[in-house]
């Protein structure tokens, strides 16, 4: 009993990382996308639709998901700006998934690593790069530590120390004592 209730809790921290990351993956594609269109989501609709379609989607045995940066910039960059462009792009994938998976199955490895690279890069926002010396430092070592631990271990390990290092760091600008207050 002690073993399985271990392994329960196991289960639910794993749980508990992937919703978070999920919801931070889908707070960001809303956010990329108001700056890409130029209008206001809602962040708060999103939350609720995400987390209901997840829990509709475990109880047919489903695996949760969330928003897909990658095919919204490439929807966006595309034309596409209505829900139509959405629900066509959400029908292709569910026609792929059901019935084209065979084809899939023959596209090479390196084709789809390829193809990732290439929305990785069109997506990343280049930019940011030149305001990297505007940055505080402590903001920018986070943003190393979360970029090195992602590609050493996985997204949710490096979500998680990314927010228990952000906090430290915030506790410590925070305690520490300002030059006003000698």
Request: net charge negative.
């Amino acid at each position: 009993d002690a073993q399985e209730s271990r392994g329960l809790g196991d289960v639910y921290k794993r749980q508990f990382l992937m919703a978070m990351v999920g919801l931070l993956e889908t707070l960001l594609t809303l956010n990329l996308t108001d700056e890409i269109t130029e209008s206001r989501g809602y962040p708060d609709r999103e939350c609720v639709a995400l987390g209901a379609a997840n829990v509709v989607s475990g109880m047919f045995g489903g695996m949760g998901g969330c928003a897909m940066i990658g095919q919204t910039v490439i929807n966006l960059s595309s034309g596409g700006r209505g829900r139509l462009s959405g629900v066509v792009a959400g029908a292709l994938i569910l026609l792929f998934v059901l019935f084209l998976s065979p084809l899939i199955e023959r596209i090479p490895l390196a084709a789809l690593v390829g193809v990732m690279f290439v929305v990785s890069q069109q997506t990343f926002a280049w930019a940011s790069l030149r305001a990297i010396n505007k940055v505080p430092l402590n903001d920018v070592l986070v943003i190393l530590a979360v970029t090195v631990i992602t590609v050493f271990t996985d997204l949710a390990m490096a979500v998680f120390c990314g927010i228990v290092i952000a906090a430290l760091n915030f506790c410590l600008l925070y305690t520490s004592p300002s030059p006003r207050d000698s």
